[in-house]
């Protein structure tokens, strides 16, 4: 891995870099994109994605990363519960509705769009759309980082026309 950030950087290469291991993913990645059955969930720099992830399946995967400090192991996890539905046979509206922590109302039926955050990420999901946020707070209440009013405010659906990486998923 280091043989490869280090070709990365002296002849300006990009990777495509597919991984599980979201340690690696931090290491040798400029910009990460979360994927949940197909569809990218998330699309951001390694650096906001980590310290601040936004959609509810990113903020599940990064809480889950153990923490050898003994001093901030107390962080929140977010705890997935149910089984992960079939890509071959996804579930109506958000593919993530079913194990979502944050669930509600138009996560069931509408597919929620790419939208753009204030910091320029891309986030998939209704929390950060202004057309479906919801207005129970409650709703927000099990993620350790719900959506702020700015975010939802700054809210707009993503330009997919004009990054590669951003084609229809």
């Known amino acids: ?7 990365q950087e002296e002849f300006n290469l990009s990777y495509l870099f597919i991984a599980h291991d979201l340690s690696v993913v931090e290491h040798i990645s400029d ?3 979360v994927m949940y059955l197909g569809h990218i ?7 906001q994605l980590f310290e601040d992830p936004k959609h509810p399946y990113t903020q599940s995967l990064l809480s889950a990363i153990p923490d050898p400090d003994p001093k901030t192991r107390d962080k929140e996890r977010v705890v997935l519960e149910g089984d992960v539905p079939s890509p071959i046979d996804p579930p109506s509206g958000c593919p993530f ?14 597919e ?11 986030v998939r999901c209704h929390l950060y759309d202004p057309e479906y946020a919801p207005s129970d707070p ?10 702020t009013i700015e975010d939802i405010e700054a809210g707009e659906e993503a330009d ?8 229809d998923d």
């Open 1 to 7: 891995i280091n043989l490869l950030k280090d070709l």
């Open 41 to 47: 969930a998330e699309l951001a720099p390694t650096e």
């Open 97 to 110: 509705h079913t194990r979502c922590p944050a669930r509600y109302e138009p996560c069931d039926s509408v």
């Open 112 to 122: 929620p769009k790419r939208t753009e955050t204030e910091d320029g990420r891309i």
């Open 138 to 147: 409650s709703v927000v209440e099990d993620l350790p980082n719900p959506p």
């Open 160 to 167: 997919t026309t004009s990054d590669v990486s951003l084609a």
């Open 31 to 33: 910009r990460v994109a």
